[in-house]
């Protein structure tokens, strides 16, 4: 069993950064794909990043290409999200997930475990 904790999300104006953290604890973190979802308000759950067990291999929605940036550490269990250039549409529950190394872009089907959330709010 995997357990996931995020933190680093907060309020910030359009324009700004932010950059979230995942710990991963009670699993073999370098098992697993990782990645992060985004829920808003009133929507469904969506991919955002995602990142391969050896970190060579990265994936991003099309509404964050060039403005995030995922990463990961195998030796402290812990991948990133580097949030840059945020607008007021990317306000929403950030979730860290673990996923098979086999999926490209996870579906929240592929999900073996998730994190339990850290709000983002982007002011305009």
């Known amino acids: 069993q995997v357990q996931l904790v995020e933190s680093g999300g907060g309020l910030v104006q359009a324009g700004g950064s932010l950059r979230l953290s995942c710990a991963a604890s009670?699993?073999?973190?370098?098992?697993?794909?990782m990645g992060w979802f985004r829920q808003a308000p009133g929507k469904e759950r969506e991919f955002v990043a995602g990142?391969?067990?050896?970190?060579?291999?990265?994936y991003y929605a099309d509404s964050v290409k060039g403005r995030f940036t995922i990463s990961r550490d195998n030796a402290e269990s812990t991948v990133y999200l580097q949030m840059n250039s945020l607008k007021p549409e990317d306000t929403a529950v950030y979730y860290c997930?673990?996923?098979?190394?086999?999926?490209?872009?996870?579906?929240?089907?592929?999900?073996?475990?998730w994190g339990q959330g850290t709000q983002v709010t982007v002011s305009s």
């Open positions: 997930a673990a996923y098979s190394h086999f999926i490209v872009v996870p579906t929240i089907a592929h999900v073996y475990y």
């Open positions: 009670g699993g073999t973190f370098s098992s697993y794909a």
């Open positions: 990142i391969r067990w050896t970190g060579s291999s990265t």
